[in-house]
């Protein structure tokens, strides 16, 4: 089992940033595959992005592409995911999870063990 605990969420004007944090407990992390995905009031949740269990490859939706930055420390057992220029449009409750193929895959049912969510709002 993998516990996961997401913070950083907040509120935040339009073009600022916020950097997100999943700390990870239980087993080992460091062979997980670890994902953000989002879900804003009304909508399925969607993939952000992912990166593979070395942290050498990494995937983004195409709408965080050159925005959000994914990484981890396995040391800490923390993943992070820096989201830069935030637009009303990113607001929603943003989860970690863990995969145990290791991989940065983008879909959900991939993906064991999430964690709670935090709630990240942006004010335009």
């Known amino acids: 089992q993998v516990q996961l605990a997401e913070s950083g969420g907040g509120l935040v004007q339009a073009g600022g940033s916020l950097r997100l944090s999943c700390a990870a407990s239980?087993?080992?992390?460091?062979?997980?595959?670890m994902g953000w995905f989002r879900q804003a009031p009304g909508k399925e949740r969607e993939f952000v992005g992912a990166?593979?269990?070395?942290?050498?490859?990494?995937k983004y939706a195409e709408s965080v592409k050159g925005q959000f930055t994914i990484s981890r420390d396995d040391i800490r057992k923390t993943v992070y995911l820096q989201m830069n220029s935030l637009t009303p449009e990113d607001a929603a409750v943003y989860y970690c999870?863990?995969?145990?193929?290791?991989?940065?895959?983008?879909?959900?049912?991939?993906?064991?063990?999430w964690g709670q969510g935090t709630q990240v709002t942006v004010s335009s």
């Open positions: 239980g087993r080992t992390f460091s062979g997980y595959g």
């Open positions: 999870a863990a995969n145990g193929l290791g991989s940065e895959s983008p879909l959900a049912y991939e993906y064991s063990f």
């Open positions: 990166l593979n269990w070395s942290g050498g490859s990494t």
